[in-house]
Nanobody, 122 residues
Framework: VQLQASGGGAVQAGGSLNLSCASS????????LAWFRQASGKEREYVAA???????YYSDSVKGRFAISRDNAKNTVYLQMNSLKPEDTAVYYC?????????????????WGQGTLVTVSS
C-alpha cells in the first residue's frame, strides 16, 4: 500500500482546507485510516481516524472543526479542516492500518504517506 497525501497549503486563520490521501495498490476497504500532524520541533500527534466501518475519532484540539471521511471506491481518505488556527500549522500525514475496526494508537499504523504542509497565518 502506497499513500499519497495532498491538499496542503497556506491559509489565513479562520480559513479551510481539504486534505486528501489516495492509496495505490490494494484497496483499503478494511483498513483503518488516520491523519496525524507534526509541527516544527514537536512530536507527531494524532488528529483524526476513521475505521473501516466508518466510525470516526478526533483529538480534542480539532473536534468540531475537522471532519474525516473516506471514499472506498476511490481509495481515498479526506480531512476537511475548517476554522483553522495558527496552531494547526504542521506537516500532515495520513496512515493506514489493515483490519482496522476501531481506534488505534500511532504505532499500530503500518503505512504512511509522505506528508503535506499546512500553514495557517494569523
Amino acid at each position: 500500500v502506497q499513500l499519497q497525501a495532498s491538499g496542503g497549503g497556506a491559509v489565513q486563520a479562520g480559513g479551510s482546507l481539504n486534505l486528501s490521501c489516495a492509496s495505490s495498490g490494494r484497496t483499503f476497504t478494511d483498513y483503518a485510516l488516520a491523519w496525524f500532524r507534526q509541527a516544527s520541533g514537536k512530536e507527531r500527534e494524532y488528529v483524526a481516524a476513521i475505521s473501516w466501518g466508518g466510525s470516526t475519532y478526533y483529538s480534542d484540539s480539532v473536534k468540531g472543526r475537522f471532519a474525516i471521511s473516506r471514499d472506498n471506491a476511490k481509495n481515498t481518505v479526506y480531512l476537511q479542516m475548517n476554522s483553522l488556527k495558527p496552531e494547526d500549522t504542521a506537516v500532515y500525514y495520513c496512515g493506514a492500518r489493515a483490519y482496522g475496526s476501531a481506534w488505534y494508537p500511532e504505532k499500530e499504523y503500518e503505512y504512511w504517506g509522505q506528508g503535506t504542509l499546512v500553514t495557517v497565518s494569523s
